[in-house]
T-cell receptor
Framework: DAGITQSPRHKVTETGTPVTLRCHQT?????MYWYRQDPGHGLRLIHY???????DKGEVSDGYSVSRSKTEDFLLTLESATSSQTSVYFC?????????????FGPGTRLTVT | GQQLNQSPQSMFIQEGEDVSMNCTSS?????WLWYKQDPGEGPVLLIA?????ELTSNGRLTAQFGITRKDSFLNISASIPSDVGIYFC???????????FGKGTRLSVIA
């Protein structure tokens, strides 16, 4: 158990509404990541963070924003959800002192945009 | 961007058989990781490799970091039904740069 939780685990929302997904870690890892997983596309990086208030874009960042105001929390926001953002979202962490390059995933959030 | 070619895409094997899968890239990686994902769950880290030529085992699983640093292999010996799932390879170009993922190998085990 890598000490990662995601909330909510499931969400159904309507097109055009804002949605925020939360990732919480208890392991004091420096790096945190948001991925989406879709059939045929595998895992694609949305945004990542390399420290508090330090974030960068991944390969599919359009339509998403992130914030990290403290080490343990990394928020992913869909400002105005679209049907193409229906997906399973995974948070991941890495950068622990004893296992710096190992990356661990959370349980995922299944988001449906109707 | 960088890509990993993972093969095969899917495999159907008999229980007790050995399994091999691999990932190749046109770029060099400093770290290779192998994950397994069960339905409805997040990927779970199986093995991490850090040096070219390194061979590491985790129970019935053995993974190798290719000598060219452009490929990695995962072998599963004497497969059992709980080995069913999707196996992903991932490579890290340097430091803590984001991982590049393969698209996965879906393993089915026939009892």
């Amino acid at each position: 158990d890598a000490g990662i939780t995601q909330s909510p685990r499931h969400k159904v929302t309507e097109t055009g509404t804002p949605v925020t997904l939360r990732c919480h870690q208890t392991e004091n890892h420096r790096y945190m990541y948001w991925y989406r997983q879709d059939p045929g596309h595998g895992l694609r990086l949305i945004h990542y963070s390399y420290g508090v208030k330090d974030t960068d874009k991944g390969e599919v960042s359009d339509g998403y924003s992130v914030s990290r105001s403290k080490t343990e929390d990394f928020l992913l926001t869909l400002e105005s959800a679209t049907s193409s953002q229906t997906s399973v979202y995974f948070c991941a962490i890495s950068g622990a002192l004893t296992s710096s390059y190992e990356q661990y995933f959370g349980p995922g959030t299944r988001l449906t945009v109707t | 961007g960088q890509q990993l070619n993972q093969s095969p895409q899917s495999m159907f094997i008999q229980e007790g058989e050995d399994v091999s899968m691999n990932c190749t890239s046109s770029s060099i990686f400093n770290t290779w990781l192998w994950y397994k994902q069960d339905p409805g769950e997040g990927p779970v880290l199986l093995i991490a490799l850090y040096k070219a030529g390194e061979l590491t085992s985790n129970g019935r699983l053995t993974a190798q970091f290719g000598i060219t640093r452009k490929d990695s292999f995962l072998n599963i010996s004497a497969s059992i039904p709980s080995d069913v799932g999707i196996y992903f390879c991932a490579g890290r170009p340097s430091g803590n740069t984001p991982l590049v993922f393969g698209k996965g190998t879906r393993l089915s085990v026939i009892a």
